[in-house]
T-cell receptor, first 112, second 114 residues
Framework: KQEVTQIPAALSVPEGENLVLNCSFT??????LQWFRQDPGKGLTSLLL?????REQTSGRLNASLDKSSGRSTLYIAASQPGDSATYLC???????????FGSGTRLSIRP | DAGVIQSPRHEVTEMGQEVTLRCKPI?????LFWYRQTMMRGLELLIY????????DSGMPEDRFSAKMPNASFSTLKIQPSEPRDSAVYFC????????????FGSGTRLTVV
């Protein structure tokens, strides 16, 4: 059974810093891995999707990497801004490509 | 498209009452998912449908929970009878296919059972 873990549960950094959020998963036989953003009182929005055959994906100031052999993914945020404050969840899609299993998220706060 | 629409946004009910949550997926999306989010357990998949047919309900916590999808544009999640530990935010999501592509979440229903 796939389990997805995110550490730390919360992170606070000053504006302008580069930061890395971590995600680990137990079953390396994944179809793909996604990073989502959740704002308070809202649903989740997909940020980046990495295919199992890929090593990384980039969108603007965001870069996500995937290392299936070690069961790890990271989300790198460059030049953080207060608007980046949100909860970030990673999610693994199993090899059957049908179900997404979510981590519990990292609550990120960017201090002005 | 207006996205995935859930109603109500907030629901407060007394223990023992029946609760029905509603979801309208994005038109053309063949998959519909119901999730529950709590501080303790995070985001849990309860059940998902493909072309209106329930495929995996292994996440449904108890027989008190039931879900239906009578047509491609409507799904319900029912809790009967409700208990305080059911208090959570319930999300509906839809996607055009498998693999997590185009996964779109609704804004959720915050359920409080007192």
């Amino acid at each position: 059974k796939q389990e997805v873990t995110q550490i730390p549960a919360a992170l606070s950094v000053p504006e302008g810093e580069n930061l890395v959020l971590n995600c680990s998963f137990t079953d390396s036989a994944i179809y793909n891995l996604q990073w989502f953003r959740q704002d308070p009182g809202k649903g989740l929005t997909s940020l980046l999707l990495i295919q199992s055959s890929q090593r990384e994906q980039t969108s603007g100031r965001l870069n996500a990497s995937l290392d299936k052999s070690s069961g790890r993914s990271t989300l790198y945020i460059a030049a953080s801004q207060p608007g980046d404050s949100a909860t970030y969840l990673c999610a693994a899609v199993g090899s059957s490509a049908s179900k997404i299993i979510f981590g519990s998220g990292t609550r990120l706060s960017i201090r002005p | 498209d207006a996205g995935v629409i859930q109603s109500p946004r907030h629901e407060v009910t007394e223990m023992g009452q029946e609760v029905t949550l509603r979801c309208k997926p994005i038109s053309g999306h063949d998959y519909l998912f119901w999730y529950r989010q709590t501080m303790m357990r995070g985001l849990e998949l309860l059940i998902y449908f493909n072309n209106n047919v329930p495929i995996d309900d292994s996440g449904m916590p108890e027989d008190r929970f039931s879900a239906k999808m009578p047509n491609a544009s409507f799904s319900t999640l029912k809790i009967q009878p409700s208990e305080p530990r059911d208090s959570a935010v319930y999300f509906c999501a839809s996607s055009p296919g498998t693999g997590g592509y185009g996964y779109t979440f609704g804004s959720g229903t915050r359920l409080t059972v007192v």
